[in-house]
């Protein structure tokens, strides 16, 4: 069924909308995938917090305009899915590698993150940044990291000392 002129005006804004929040997108090509297949993408892109959309091409190139995206443009060919991830950057092209993994038929055709456009091939990259909780362990890892050392050092001296007092008291008693 094809879509009303109205009906395209708002899925593009819409698009756009969601384009204009998010920080980092995947565009991928899902040719023979099944409905079932494509429902269980959709599920898993729900629980990652990932907007997953199957986009027209014409429809997808105007909701990119104005957008950090506006680079996939000569990218979008084909059956196309985009992936927009909101908050982590390496939520979409998590979800995405994930699930190319068990199915050969979704391959990545590009990928953007702050304007920068990438290829397809660098989906792992983009997959293996840190979640937010993760870069936030990193981060008060290597705050904490000089301070636990200065603890070390401060109870070493004390420690070898009562090590000390404890081999000499073995050697008088033998």
């Known amino acids: 069924m094809a879509l009303k002129l109205e009906d395209k005006k708002a899925f593009v804004k819409e698009i756009n909308a969601v384009a204009g929040d998010s920080v980092t997108a995947v565009a991928a090509e899902y040719r023979g995938l099944t409905v079932g297949e494509m429902t269980e993408l959709r599920k898993e892109a729900r629980s990652a917090g990932v907007y997953l959309r199957v986009v027209k091409n014409s429809l997808a190139k105007r909701a990119v305009v104005g957008t950090d995206f506006e680079c996939m443009q000569d990218t979008l060919k084909g059956p196309i899915l985009l992936a927009f991830a909101k908050d982590d950057p390496g939520a979409a092209a998590r979800v995405i590698k994930d699930f190319a ?27 293996e940044l840190p979640t937010m909780d993760q870069a936030r362990a990193i981060l008060l890892g290597v705050f904490v990291a000089p301070m636990s050392q200065l603890v070390r050092i401060f109870a070493e001296p004390p420690a070898m000392l009562a090590r000390t007092m404890s081999a000499r008291g073995d050697q008088e008693a033998a």
């Open 101 to 127: 993994k068990g199915h050969e038929a979704l391959q990545a055709v590009s990928l953007s993150a702050g304007g920068q456009l990438l290829p397809g091939s660098d989906l792992a990259k983009l997959a």
